[in-house]
């Protein structure tokens, strides 16, 4: 049995009364998962969690080939939590709890997780719950698939994907992620300067808020400008 197929079995196995709750990001692998999803002939409803820092190219794309998929927004813009609470780091996101993994509750949530992406998802089982709500239970249908496996799927079935992997972005996902390489938010920087301009205005009105609070931590910085250039270049100091 190839993985295509293995797939399809994975899925008929684990389909819930009530259907999937499909995490779509518009990423390769949720495209891939979507449609090994038709295939088998489940039950499911897809949903894209809002990050409000997303790509425009990824934005315009799912709006366009996927009108299918509810869009679930968050409460509170990222920008917005980010000048009171604080930026995400490296080694302390509170980001993704908030605006990747927040919905499913109850449900059977479908992703499209693989080993292959990280040393961390290599820890990963194919059926498993979710720590922090217990009541969401995940299925990750091509955990064992390579990226390979993923993109002579797409190609084979020809199914349309977001034209900035065309233009050599491996993995598609929030804007400025602390879990980017240095160059690639470098890159971004440069590429929307739009982004760049409302994630200063938040990090300036974080400063001012730290300062009235009298965070001692803040005085590292001249002012919020300083503090954005410092997180989005990785303390190196130079965009």
């Known amino acids: 049995m190839d993985k295509i197929e293995k797939s399809i079995e994975r899925l008929k196995a ?21 449609q090994l999803t038709i295939e088998a002939g489940v039950k499911f409803d897809s949903h894209y969690q809002v990050t409000t820092i997303d790509p425009p190219e990824l934005v315009h794309y799912i709006k366009r080939e996927h009108p299918d998929v509810k869009w679930e927004r968050p ?5 917005t939590r980010l000048a009171t609470k604080g930026f995400p780091i490296r080694q302390g996101r509170w ?3 908030y605006y990747k993994e ?46 390979d496996d993923v993109w002579d799927f ?13 233009e050599g ?5 929030c804007l400025f992620c602390p879990m980017q390489y240095y160059k690639t938010r470098m890159k971004e920087v440069r590429r929307y300067p ?12 974080l400063y001012t808020l730290r300062k009235e609070q009298g965070r001692k931590s ?16 990785e303390g190196k100091g130079t965009l």
Request: proline share 3%; aromatic share 16%; with cysteine.
């Open 14 to 34: 684990f389909e819930p009364s009530d259907g999937y709750y499909l995490a779509f990001s518009g990423g390769k692998d949720s495209i891939c998962i979507k």
């Open 102 to 147: 927040c919905g499913g509750g109850g449900r059977t949530v479908m992703t499209g997780i693989r080993w292959a992406e990280s040393y961390t998802r290599k820890e990963r089982k194919m059926v498993e719950h979710c720590f922090r709500d217990k009541t969401k239970r995940y299925v990750h249908p091509i955990i064992d698939w390579s990226k």
């Open 218 to 233: 803040v005085d590292r910085w001249k002012n919020g400008d300083e503090m954005f250039e410092w997180w989005i270049t």
């Open 95 to 97: 980001c993704c709890e």
């Open 75 to 79: 409460e509170i813009p990222f920008l």
């Open 194 to 205: 739009g982004y760049e301009k409302a994630f200063r205005k938040a990090f300036r009105k």
């Open 154 to 166: 797409i190609h084979d079935r020809n199914l349309p994907y977001c034209s900035l992997y065309d």
């Open 169 to 173: 972005y491996k993995r598609l996902g």
